[in-house]
């Protein structure tokens, strides 16, 4: 084979591979409800700028998600989030919920949702297996605000879940709350 | 006689439609009862809990939870064979903000012979609680729960071989709320 081929089939695998794993970042299901979200709400989600506030909430929720052990979530590697920050969030939010739920039955397993309407809070926890660990998918919805995170848990943390959902949302929640008060 | 292929489009649309909804009411009387009637009252409750644990959940229940941990190896315990928990409460700032329609459209799901009412279970709470037990021949199918009070409505609905005794050690877990219910007190002679 000439060289002038060869480099040409190289540079056509990279080009591939270089779009595969954009296709897979842009597809994945923590970017489509992001942008869901924002299509939804017409908001935007924030830049790097809140970056640092950002794992700091990431943290806050990932604790209260393993019980108050939040090193240990962070060693799970495999945080992502997205805050959206002083923006209304008006709309109807059970075809919110609907749109979600469909968006996500195929990969995820909803675990718990609560709805306020009196205070206009939604918060959503799905969850799924990932080998020998377990990925959670928060989504949290405030007048103002709203959170997606998306973290892998160990057994432990999700066995803490799972016993009580309706405290671990409410506590989630609340978390999240507190840091954006701080 | 024509055969179905030779009957107009709109005939074939119709039966077509007679066997989809032939298969929903037979989906409809099975343990799982249908809750989504229920979702409008979310725009009116203050707060809406909607807990889904289904039948991935429940074995993925089976391996997170430890069995050196006393009160999780009872839950893994009491969750074997189940194939769902779904859990839908309501609660309202006012009385009576929910229709007694909607209540209807639960009960009208938990009628005999596929359901059974219990008798005599008591409630510490107010309001009136409903237990119900789904059966196949002596085989217990499902369980569901109605609690209705002036301000909260909650539907309580597991599938799988469960009994009331089950149910009262699963309160306050997996997203089952203390409900108050009892379980029915064994005889001298069962013990």
Not at chain 2, 27 to 45: F, V, Y
Not at chain 2, 178 to 191: C, I, M, W, Y
């Amino acid at each position: 084979m000439k060289r002038a081929t060869l480099v040409q089939v190289a540079a056509i695998l990279l080009i591939v591979s270089f779009t595969a794993n954009v296709g897979q970042a842009i597809n994945d299901d923590f970017s489509s409800v992001v942008k869901m979200i924002e299509q939804y709400y017409n908001v935007k989600h924030e830049g790097l700028s809140f970056l640092a506030k950002a794992a700091m909430k990431a943290v806050g929720t990932g604790a209260k998600i393993k019980g108050g052990t939040a090193r240990q979530l962070a060693e799970a590697g495999s945080i992502r989030l997205a805050t959206f920050e002083d923006q209304d969030f008006n709309g109807d939010f059970l075809k919110f919920r609907s749109s979600l739920n469909d968006s996500l039955k195929d990969t995820w397993t909803p675990l718990v949702q609560t709805i306020s309407s009196e205070n206009a809070e939604q918060s959503y926890i799905f969850v799924r297996e990932k080998g020998d660990k377990f990925s959670v998918l928060i989504v949290m919805i405030e007048k103002r605000e709203g959170t997606v995170v998306q973290a892998t848990v160990s057994a432990k943390s999700l066995a803490l879940l799972m016993k009580d959902p309706e405290e671990g949302a409410k506590t989630i929640r609340e978390e999240a709350t507190i840091v954006d008060n701080e | 006689m024509k055969s179905l292929f030779q009957q107009p489009p709109g005939t074939l649309l119709l039966v077509a439609f007679m066997v989809m909804a032939s298969a929903f009411t037979t989906q409809a009387q099975g343990p799982r009862i249908q809750l989504g009637n229920l979702d409008h009252l979310a725009t009116k409750a203050s707060d809406t809990v909607d807990v889904t644990i289904d039948e991935r959940l429940i074995q993925l229940a089976a391996k997170v939870f430890n069995e050196k941990d006393d009160d999780e190896a009872q839950i893994k315990k009491l969750v074997q064979g189940l194939k769902g928990i779904y859990v839908r409460s309501f609660e309202f700032d006012v009385d009576n903000a929910y229709a007694a329609t909607d209540v209807d459209s639960i009960r009208a799901q938990l009628r005999e012979p596929a359901w059974m009412r219990i008798l005599n279970v008591t409630s510490k709470k107010e309001g009136n609680v409903e237990v119900y037990l789904s059966m196949n021949g002596p085989d217990i199918t499902g369980l569901a729960v109605l609690s209705v009070e002036p301000r909260e409505l909650t539907i309580v609905n597991i599938v799988g071989p469960v009994d009331l005794e089950k149910l009262t050690k699963l309160e306050g877990n997996l997203g089952i709320p203390d409900l108050g219910v009892e379980a029915p007190k064994k005889r001298k002679n069962e013990q």
